[in-house]
């Protein structure tokens, strides 16, 4: 691994000296680039920062309006399920008295 490290040091001082002497910008118009870089960088990163706290508030949000909304929504259905079951009852009971009177009826046919 030691190689590796070493290899990989020489290797970008050479590319970078080869990229400094055979680059056909001046010192000043390269020290130019680099500002203008930085400051890209810079203003990009304070973008993806603000973006960040942005994202950051609106999961926030929605994670307290899930749960809030969950609740309400839970509470809800199970009132429809107990007002559904409460007028399906009797409607159930009848049809297993009827279900049962017709099983009576089909083992006590005779075959013929």
Do not use: C
Not at 50 to 77: P, R, W
Not at 82 to 96: A, D, L, S, V, Y
């Amino acid at each position: 691994m030691a190689k590796f490290s070493t290899g990989l040091t020489w290797g970008l001082i050479a590319g970078a000296t080869y990229g400094l002497l055979t680059v056909k910008k001046t010192g000043a118009q390269r020290i130019q680039s680099l500002t203008n870089y930085v400051a890209d960088v810079t203003i990009a990163t304070n973008d993806f920062q603000k973006s960040l706290g942005t994202f950051k508030t609106a999961l926030h949000n929605l994670a307290h309006e899930t749960q809030t909304t969950a609740v309400s929504a839970v509470d809800d259905i199970q009132k429809s399920m107990k007002t559904f079951n409460f007028q399906t009852e009797p409607r159930i009971k009848q049809i297993k008295a009827e279900v049962s009177d017709l099983t009576d009826v089909v083992q006590n046919v005779k075959p013929s």
